[in-house]
């Protein structure tokens, strides 16, 4: 029908906007493992940057799903694509940037729900971040740049191992990389290859805010000894009163300190403030 055409003619002229960092996965086989690593409970899906709505498509079939979208053209071509899901409350289409979102609302949905996405690679990190800190947010399964995937699931001595990988380990269950994804599943395609990251909160934990800020003054120079980067923090005393009473070696450099011991400075570095 003429809808159709008017639809095809739409699609073609959204190239692609770099603001947006928008790469629109294309491949099939592809969405359809995305589909297959979602957990079965019965939790409501969140998905950010819906794009053209391949990935929803294949989502809405099983779950409900709310959508966040900043791109106005975008949104025009979503609503007339899902116009049966809008209206029959499957598929709930909300116009604002998600970091907007979570400023004003603090959830990005009133119940349980994982986040299932091919994440803007410009603004993936603090997305993933900020899901971290949302507490109805159970799993993450996001489609990031393979490198920023390695980073949320690098372990202690890793190369990769930074504040990142220290966030999620303490705030997960589970995390791993599920697949890659060559730049060609993608149009336009990117420079560099991408990962589906899957992370499984532990929803009795919380992330202290703080907690971010304190680990990235840790490894500020990775490469140096751990004290030293404490000394953008801390007075020299109060540096090796603490190396003392977690019975730290002067020695440590940042990638060499576990998760749940980065976790006992922080709250003894925070009491210490609070005093």
């Not at 919380?206 to 007075?235: T, Y």
Request: glycine fraction near 4%; charged fraction near 30%; hydrophobic fraction near 40%.
């Amino acid at each position: 029908g003429a809808s159709d055409e008017v639809m095809k003619a739409m699609v073609e002229k959204i190239k692609a906007k770099k603001e947006f960092g928008q790469n629109f996965l294309k491949d099939s086989s592809i969405l359809d493992k995305i589909i297959q690593s979602m957990p079965h409970n019965n939790n409501h899906i969140v998905e950010i940057g819906p794009g053209l709505g391949d990935l929803t498509k294949n989502l809405v079939k099983y779950k409900d799903v709310t959508a966040y979208e900043v791109d106005t053209d975008l949104i025009g071509i979503l609503k007339s694509k899902f116009a049966n899901e809008i209206e029959s409350k499957k598929f709930t289409l909300k116009h604002i940037d998600v970091l907007r979102a979570w400023d004003e609302l603090k959830f990005l949905h009133d119940g349980k729900y994982d986040l299932i996405a091919n994440l803007p690679y410009y603004i993936a990190t603090n997305i993933i971040l900020r899901a971290f800190e949302d507490e109805l947010c159970e799993h993450i399964i996001v489609m990031v740049q393979k490198e920023v995937a390695q980073k949320f699931t690098a372990k202690v001595n890793d190369k990769e191992y930074s504040s990142l990988g220290i966030m999620t380990e303490l705030i997960s269950k589970e995390s791993k990389i599920l697949f890659d994804v060559p730049p060609t599943a993608f149009d336009p395609m990117p420079k560099v290859t991408s990962s589906v990251l899957y992370i499984k909160k532990d929803l009795s934990k919380k992330i202290d805010k703080d907690l971010n800020k304190f680990l990235k003054a840790c490894f500020v120079q990775p490469r140096k000894k751990l004290s030293k980067n404490l000394g953008s923090l801390l007075e020299k005393s109060k540096i090796l009163a603490l190396y003392e009473e977690l019975d730290l070696n002067d020695n440590l450099r940042p990638h060499e300190v576990s998760s749940s011991l980065y976790s006992q400075m922080h709250t003894k570095v925070k009491n210490g403030r609070d005093k």
